[in-house]
């Protein structure tokens, strides 16, 4: 394999990606469930469950993208004829989410769920060969978290843009006629400027991406391709932390704009706090992105997840009583989150070389496909879990709310949450890659590479 030259410019360019998926990830993350409760006018249960649905769907096809493009040999390469001709298909069908017809009907349930599938049909299609070129691109642990860190800014800056530009944006163009005209203008928005970052990346790994050398790489059966990741202890146990705080933070992170709207009566507050969140977690990139450089990925997620259940038990220790010291709790949980966006993007690579040394089978975008799926799965049961919830507990959008559906935000919002942090740390205590055993394992799977020639 032709490694990459890692010029400042080419660390640039390949984490701009992330600027670009994470407009689509973090509207469709904060806003989209909002938008079918509030704007739409749909009940909560079957907005849950439509989003459920669709993020599983998107989970399940995400291995099945992994294989298609560990087997793409075209002119253009493996991973980059996706980047270079899917970006507006994927912006027509972002935008046409948000074309629904109002109202609680058969008509707007159709499509809502149709339009979301499409979405994330599209989204898989172009974020697992995105993810995949990290592995491609360079075998070095130190390289992959520096590149990490690069990703993680951009995709905090993604996230403040959604985050505190959404609802000043969309409220504004809002009129009696037409509430939902902001909402489509901004979505064909970031769809066309996502577009165009997705060339750029496609541009920078032009010459390096697989397709485009003499590969002597042996195409692999499905069975030893599952062989090989079930032997990956090391992806098995990053899979596992990584839906367990999915699922548990999905009943924090998509209550916020709930909780400030209906618990403190002040829903202007509630883009501010994402964005703040997002901010504060993005400044933090750097730093653990040095962590986990200097002490090893495992020790930066153990220490990081210590701010993040303080901060979560001070949230609801404070309960409402005053938003700085709220902001302070979530400040605490920012940072924690910067450091498992870091820790859980820069494990993934290595993982592979894991999976490669145990097994002799070297499959990029199953790793990533494996993955994304269990991200998604589990975030799509958290939103599920989390409208059937709401219903449970009697909310009704855009009303005022009784004292047992403010009681049972709170409540979400705390235990699972906190359940889920105490076993994600769990599990990685048992994460078997230091930053000197990965280094190791890349120079016998060179050495056994040199000695036994694939063909």
């Known amino acids: 394999m032709n490694e990459l030259k890692m010029t400042l410019g080419r660390k640039v360019a ?36 439509i989003y459920m649905a669709a993020l599983i769907w998107d989970a399940v096809l995400d291995p099945v993208m992994g294989l298609v493009a560990d087997r793409t040999r075209t002119r253009y390469g493996r991973y980059r004829p996706y980047l270079l001709f899917g970006g507006i298909p994927l912006a027509l069908a972002f935008a046409a989410m948000f074309v629904v017809p109002s109202g609680s009907g058969m008509a707007a349930v159709i499509f809502t769920a149709t339009t979301h599938v499409i979405f994330r049909t599209i989204y898989a299609v172009l974020s697992i060969p995105y993810a995949s070129l990290f592995a491609r691109v360079t075998r070095d642990a130190r390289i992959r978290a520096d590149l990490t860190g690069f990703r993680m800014v951009f995709a905090t800056l993604s996230a403040v843009l959604v985050a505190g530009a959404t609802l000043p944006f969309v409220n504004g163009l809002a009129t009696p006629d037409s509430p939902r005209r902001g909402w489509i203008i901004l979505a064909l928005g970031f769809g066309l400027l996502a577009t165009a970052i997705f060339v750029l990346v496609a541009w920078a790994t032009k010459g390096h991406d697989a397709s485009e050398e003499t590969e002597t790489e042996p195409r692999r059966s499905g069975a030893e391709v599952v062989k090989s990741l079930l032997s990956n202890r090391a992806l098995l146990i990053v899979l596992g932390a990584v839906m367990i705080t999915s699922f548990s933070s999905t009943l924090f992170g998509k209550n916020l704009l709930y909780y400030f709207k209906y618990v403190l009566d002040q829903p202007k507050i509630g883009s501010s706090a994402l964005a703040f969140v997002a901010l504060l977690a993005g400044l933090f990139v750097p730093f653990w992105t040095w962590v986990a450089r200097r002490f090893g990925k495992r020790n930066a997620w153990l220490w990081g997840a210590i701010p993040g259940l303080l901060g979560l038990v001070s949230w609801h220790l404070i309960d409402g009583s005053s938003v700085p010291l709220l902001f302070g709790a979530l400040a605490l949980q920012a940072v924690s989150s910067s450091s498992f966006i870091v820790c859980f993007w820069s494990m993934l690579p290595d993982t592979v070389e894991y999976g490669e040394w145990r097994s002799g089978v070297r499959t990029e975008s199953m790793v990533f496909g494996l993955a994304t799926l269990g991200q998604k799965m589990a975030l799509g049961f958290g939103a599920g879990f989390l409208g059937l919830a709401l219903a449970h507990v009697g909310y009704v959008s855009n009303a005022h709310q009784t004292a047992e559906t403010i009681e049972g935000i709170k409540q979400m919002m705390f235990w699972i949450p906190l359940a889920g942090g105490l076993i994600t740390v769990t599990l990685i205590a048992f994460y078997p890659l230091s930053l000197k055993a990965h280094a190791k394992m890349v120079e016998e799977i060179a050495a056994r590479n040199r000695a036994t020639p694939s063909g």
């Open 14 to 49: 390949l984490g701009a990606g992330d600027f670009g998926f994470n407009l689509y990830w973090q509207m469709a993350s904060i806003y989209l469930l909002y938008f079918y409760t509030d704007v739409v006018g749909l009940p909560p249960a079957i907005a849950g469950t």
